[in-house]
Each structure stands twice: as C-alpha cells, then as structure tokens.
C-alpha cells in the first residue's frame, strides 16, 4: 500500500519555519519559479543576498552572450520580495503593485546577485529600491524600484 | 510595391525566427504568435516550473517581466529598417490584477515611437480580452548599439 502523499504545507508556514531555522534557502525552494530561475539566498553579514546561479537557460542574446532582461527583472523582484517577507513581523504575501527596471549593462554569463533595501515602509504599501550587480558591486547591472501592496486582502 | 513588401516580410521573418531562438524565451516555453510592422504578440502557455505562489498556482511576476520584455524587444525590431543590436534601457510594469491559475498569458507590444538612438514601447499582457489586461508596461530602447559596450 503506497502511502498518501504529503499535505503541501502552506507557503507563510513554510516561511515562519525558515525564519525560526534561519535557513532562508528552504524558503526559496519551495517556489517552483525561483527554482526555475537558480535562485539561492542567504544572509551575508547583515544583508539578504539572493544570487541567480548562471544558466544557460537564463541567456537572451546568445551571441555576446547576455543574460535576457526579464531574468534580471524576476531576480530583483525576488530580491525585494524575500527582503520584505524576511523583515516583515507579520506575514502577509506583498503583491508587486509596479516594478521599474533600468537595465545599466549587459548580464554576462556568470552568477548575479541581488539586494533589495526598504525606503518606506507604510502601513498599505512599501516601497522598495533593489540593485543587482556580478563580479563588481560598485558597477551594478540592473538597478530597479518597486512599490508593493502589504495589507492582508 | 512588391519589392519593398517582400523585405518587409523576410525582415519580419527573420525577428520572428530570431526571437524564437532566444534561449530564454524557449526556456520558458514562450510562442512567437505574431510579428508585424512595430507589432509582436508572443505567448506564454501556462506552466508548473512557472509559479511564484504554491499555495494559488498564480504565475510568478517575474515570468511576467520577461514575457513584456522579449515581446517589446521584439516590437523594436520589427519597427527598424535594418536589424541592429537593441538594449532595454529601461521598462517599467504595472500589475493590475492576478493572472488566472491554468490559462496561458498573451503579451501585445507597440513600438509607438523609433528616434535615432531610442525607441519607446508599450505592451498590456493579458488572458483573452486585451481590454482586461493582467499587466501594463512601457519600455524604452537603445537602438544600434555596435559600437557600444551594453549590447543585448
């Protein structure tokens, strides 16, 4: 007799138990879009760092090769959103209300990392500035901002 | 004029056969429906690896962003003259309400100005009716980057 299959577990559970393990990972894995996308994350010092493992999957221009622009989009939306559900004290999944990219140079075919960093954060929404960059901090690839609906709906 | 309409649709022929080549675009398992003059529809078949939200099956935004993205890119082609290098400048997205779970997302994008060096985008996504968009964007696009470093 096979036996039933697991109850899913509910994605703000599954939060609250990566918070209490500290293990932001599990978190990430458990949405099949981020793993699409090779996503991963952990805390470095004080920051939230979501890093994109390059792919060949994730290019859009094979000649030069470049990463395509909407890889880069969903990892900084991934980015601000973790760094939301991460801080936030109550659980409430944000819902992205609008996201602006500026597209700063071409993605090259290596890992690119991620940060979101909160400029406001309301009691109906908050709005978040993100930056992804590769070998070089300093020279970002993608800077972006978005303003994200907080309130339980 | 014959001449000039059977360029047009090599021209058109080769964005379509391009974008649909774009590693990305198959990876997500985007459909090249339509590439006319400043005009591309793309597809987007609803997919598991696709969702952002487990518990609702919603598609994340992210696939989202990358459907407007290559479908504008597209547009910008097939509004040039001459298939030069573009890079996305930058696009800005409004999600105006979820995408239904199991039905497929349509993206309808207009090159609806090309300069010189930028050419200006729009695009809705959307399930069946484009009045009833799911998303709204607008984008802007360097054209003929060869000589610069940021090609894409």
């Not at chain 1, 609008?98 to 140079?105: A, E, H, S």
């Not at chain 2, 968009?133 to 802007?140: D, E, F, L, Q, R």
Request: hydrophobic share 45%.
């Amino acid at each position: 007799m096979t036996a039933p299959p697991p109850l899913p577990v509910p994605l703000i559970d599954r939060l609250a138990e990566a918070k209490r393990a500290g293990d932001y990972q599990a978190f990430m894995d458990a949405i099949p879009y981020a793993r699409f996308l090779g996503l991963s994350g952990g805390k470095i010092g004080d920051e939230l760092i979501t890093t994109m493992r390059y792919g060949d999957q994730l290019i859009g221009n094979p000649a030069l090769p470049a990463l395509h622009g909407g890889t880069l989009g969903a990892l900084l939306e991934s980015a601000a959103i973790f760094e939301l559900l991460w801080r936030a004290e109550t659980i409430v999944l944000p819902k992205t209300i609008t996201v602006t990219i500026d597209y700063l140079r071409s993605g090259a075919a290596v890992d690119t990392h991620a940060r979101g960093i909160v400029t406001r954060h309301g009691r109906r929404v908050t709005n978040v500035r993100m930056e992804a960059w590769q070998a070089d901090r300093a020279t970002p690839v993608a800077t972006a901002h978005a303003i994200f609906l907080v309130m339980r709906s | 004029m014959p001449a000039d309409d059977e360029r047009d649709q090599l021209r058109l022929e080769l964005v379509r056969g391009f974008s649909a080549n774009v590693p990305h675009n198959r990876a997500l398992g985007m459909i090249i429906e339509d590439i006319r003059s400043q005009e591309a529809v793309f597809r987007l078949p609803y997919d598991a690896k696709l969702v952002g939200n487990p518990d609702t099956g919603v598609i994340h935004g992210g696939a989202i962003t990358a459907l407007l993205d290559g479908c504008s890119g597209a547009a910008v082609f097939a509004a040039l003259d001459d298939l030069v290098p573009i890079a996305t400048l930058d696009l800005r997205i409004d999600y105006l309400r979820p995408a239904e779970v199991g039905k497929e997302v349509v993206a309808r994008a207009t090159c609806y100005k090309m300069t010189r060096n930028v050419a200006f985008t729009r695009a809705v996504a959307y399930h069946d009716d484009p009045d009833d968009p799911i998303a709204h964007s607008v984008g802007t696009f360097m054209v003929s980057t060869k000589t610069g470093s940021s090609l894409k």
